[in-house]
Nanobody
Framework: QVQLVESGGGSVQAGGSLRLSCAAS????????MGWFRQTPGRRREAVAA???????SYGDSVKGRFTISKDNAKNTLYLQMNSLKPEDTAMYYC????????????????????WGQGTQVTVSS
């Protein structure tokens, strides 16, 4: 069973940076579509960024140019570098993986991801 564990969240002032990590255990994830998502109370979970097995990336409109998704296959770890943070980035951030190896169409579609971590909280103050 794949286990995803996020870390790196915290509190930061607007304009600051954070780097989130997602460690995967149970199965290598290098050839799977992986993503970062976020959610605030009372709102739908939204896609932040995704990366496919070949390293191609996709981003939500609200984070383009500020966030960067990457992965280290040797360490089975997914990252999200977040720069120029804004108060509206405050949310619980989750990493997720699709279970169908090699399939990464519609990478920002939340419902196509099957394995989820427990989340890490990011709070940005103004």
């Amino acid at each position: 069973q794949v286990q995803l564990v996020e870390s790196g969240g915290g509190s930061v002032q607007a304009g600051g940076s954070l780097r989130l990590s997602c460690a995967a255990s149970g199965l290598p994830y290098g050839s799977y579509c992986m993503g970062w998502f976020r959610q605030t109370p009372g709102r739908r979970r939204e896609a932040v960024a995704a990366i496919d097995g070949g390293g191609s990336t996709s981003y939500g409109d609200s984070v383009k140019g500020r966030f960067t998704i990457s992965k280290d296959n040797a360490k089975n770890t997914l990252y999200l570098q977040m720069n120029s943070l804004k108060p509206e980035d405050t949310a619980m951030y989750y990493c997720a993986r699709r279970t169908l190896e090699g399939w990464c169409r519609f990478p920002l579609s939340v419902t196509t991801y099957n394995d989820w971590g427990q989340g890490t909280q990011v709070t940005v103050s103004s």
